[in-house]
């Protein structure tokens, strides 16, 4: 692992509000965990895989305008499933997503941003996939007009960066298509940075951090 010897004005925007954020951290399960409460009380949780360092989970909870506290919002992993049929038993959510209809998950590797597009059985001469002419977004759409997605990258918003079609690729396999766009090196030195500042964490071993989809 490299050392990065950064001082704070040589930072980007996105690492300095991680690292002035009060944060509490959690290791279970094979993966760091991670609670931040950022200025403005918005909270983040973000889960990464110990041995691989992956990011697999980050979701937002945000202030209401009356000062209320709004349900998670996931922005990297997957949904809690069981968590929803509980929900929808107890009235709360009215409708699930179908087993059949296409699901769109974001997982992410140290080097892509990824997404994982299950339950779209067409060959992959079926399928578009550009960036968007302004090069903040990525369209997919089918030359059958069954399916059409936008995908957009928060981290490179936050990053004020724009999207290149040449670190784009898709593939397709076993139903499932792969949309895989390469992290440009602000975003990977970006992370670097914050595993660095994450490992020399104090993590408690067991119970939970408030990462709850609560």
């Known amino acids: 692992m490299p050392t990065f010897n950064i001082t704070m004005s040589e930072l980007s925007p996105w690492v300095e509000t991680l690292?002035?954020?009060?944060?509490?951290?959690?290791?279970?399960?094979?993966?760091?965990?991670?609670?931040?409460?950022?200025?403005?009380?918005?909270?983040?949780?973000?889960?990464?895989?110990?041995?691989?360092?992956?990011?697999?989970?980050?979701?937002?909870?945000?202030?209401?305008?009356?000062?209320?506290?709004?349900?998670?919002?996931?922005?990297?992993?997957?949904?809690?499933?069981?968590?929803?049929?509980?929900?929808?038993?107890?009235?709360?959510q009215q409708l699930i997503e179908s087993n059949s209809n296409p699901v769109c998950i974001r997982r992410d590797t140290r080097r892509a941003f990824q997404w994982r597009i299950r339950n779209l059985p067409y060959p992959l001469t079926a399928y578009q996939v550009t960036v968007d002419d302004d090069k903040h977004g990525i369209t997919i759409r089918t030359s059958n007009k069954k399916y059409f997605k936008k995908l957009t990258i928060p981290d490179m918003e936050r990053s004020r960066l724009v999207l290149d079609s040449n670190s784009l690729t898709f593939a397709h396999a076993n139903n499932t298509l792969i949309v895989q766009f390469k992290k440009p090196k602000a975003i990977v030195d970006d992370q670097e940075v914050l595993l660095e500042e994450f490992k020399k964490m104090k993590s408690t071993k067991d119970g939970d951090v408030e990462c709850n989809q609560s």
Request: aromatic share 6%; proline share 0%; with cysteine.
């Open 19 to 92: 690292k002035s954020a009060r944060k509490t951290a959690l290791i279970q399960d094979g993966r760091r965990k991670i609670h931040f409460t950022l200025s403005d009380g918005t909270e983040l949780c973000e889960e990464y895989e110990i041995k691989t360092n992956d990011l697999v989970v980050r979701k937002w909870r945000r202030k209401s305008t009356l000062g209320g506290v709004k349900a998670w919002e996931l922005e990297v992993g997957e949904s809690d499933v069981a968590s929803g049929m509980s929900a929808l038993s107890l009235g709360t």
